[in-house]
């Protein structure tokens, strides 16, 4: 049976919610409804003002149908972590249960357990990164860490600086705080550090507060690009030049496929870069630990921060993570996943190659989780979803991942999560649906005011395959 795609709009708004089916012996007495009752949200008059920006996400809303079994699922950023080896972290987790859960499953820190920092500092040295256990803050995955510099240093108005495409997550953070996400253009090797010192430029003459550039140089989502290490310092530079601070989000980093793992920009710059690290993308997400590391007077902030958001970090979790860094080859496994990644992406590329029509292209990534597809002239990404989705194959729409309403002809596609035959089947149905909407805007022509030609003024310059 085909999804009832009028439900997919209502997920997106938030206004789907599935009823039990209950069986009823006779007739059923309601309720009148009081007058507030029969307005869409009786607390609409109550939320704070900062709560009007928010909206269901379109990666959060394709949830509802991607995950059906039927479906080719090329939209969500899951890890696989069915290769970890579950039995011996079973009987790890019991003798931890046994032996420590008393402290395990107690209140902590709020800065995050202190075997936990020293650990998080030996992960950060893959990546040539020297720092001190003092400047870490554990958090609730990386995500809650961006929540926290984000509240100590937003005010409603303040300028945020976001690579153009960026993180879906990471803009909801910027708009929940009432933030103006301005994009700086990309091309094939991340931030055009001109685009940077000109978007710099412009708004401090224009009175705007900027303060931060958020980036995620390594393997960056949407896109799968790389900021090669001649740019991180050309974007320092510039950063240092007008005195910005950067927020480097790296929880791909690890996870290359072609080489060596490069060089943090908070390698290059101790005092003026904030670095977002995570396990979820290397171990597992579930355990939701991640970190900030962040000069000393920073630091201090987020700690009282996230006493007053939620006391302290999972504890729990901080002992199941140092345990499997303690007792399992965790390198070893690192390089597993990168082995099964390269086949993935491996077949990802092959399919696009096979499978898109004319004017298709897209990234190359030589690593993380991603590949950027941009559509052929007069597709729109959002107004295809639907019609893929009945042909059994999920992406995410390129708008998602903009501020300001660019992306109609792109979209990102996952290779993570399914297996190599499945990631060639969903290209070969996506493919499909490509040239279904080519052959209609032949038939009827291009519907005026989508896929807007403009659109990849602020996208990365993909390779083309």
Known sequence: MDFPWVFLDQIRVGRFHPRPSVRQSGPVSLPEPSRRDTRLDQYVDAYAERTHGLQVSA??????????????????????????????LGEAMSRLVAERGVQAMQ?????????????????????????HPDDVVVSCGSQQALDLVTRVFIDPGDVILAEGPSYVGALGTFHAYQAKIVHVAMDDHGILPDA?????????????????????????????????????????????????LIIEDNPYGLLTLEGEPMPAMRSMDADNVVYLGSFSKTFAPGFRIGWALAPHAVREKLVLTQEAATLAPPVFSQYAISTYLNEFDWRGQIVAFRDMYRERRDAMLAGLAEHMPPGSTWTVPNGGFFVWLTL???IDSQAMLPRAVSARVAFTPGTAFYA???????????????????????????GEVIAAEMEMNR????????????????????DIS
């Open 59 to 88: 990666v959060r809303a394709l949830f509802a149908v991607a995950n059906r079994p039927e479906v080719v699922s090329l939209a969500g950023g899951m890890p696989n972590i069915a290769d970890l080896p579950r039995e011996a």
């Open 107 to 131: 209140y902590g820190s709020g800065q995050g357990e202190l075997f936990m920092r020293e650990q998080i500092v030996e992960v950060m040295a893959e990546e040539h990164i020297h720092a």
């Open 196 to 244: 940077l010192r000109q978007a710099l430029v412009s708004l401090r003459a224009a009175g705007e507060r900027v303060k931060f550039l958020y980036t995620i140089p390594n393997f960056q989502n949407p896109t799968g690009v790389t900021q090669p290490v001649e740019r991180r310092r050309a974007i320092l530079e510039v950063a240092k030049e007008y005195d910005l």
């Open 376 to 378: 052929p002239e007069g």
């Open 404 to 430: 300001d309403g660019l992306g109609s002809r792109n979209l990102r596609l996952s290779f993570c999560f399914p297996p190599p035959e499945r990631i060639l089947e969903g290209t070969r149905r996506l």
């Open 443 to 462: 038939t009827f022509g291009i519907i005026p005011g989508t896929a807007r030609h403009n659109d990849l003024q602020t996208g990365p310059a993909p």
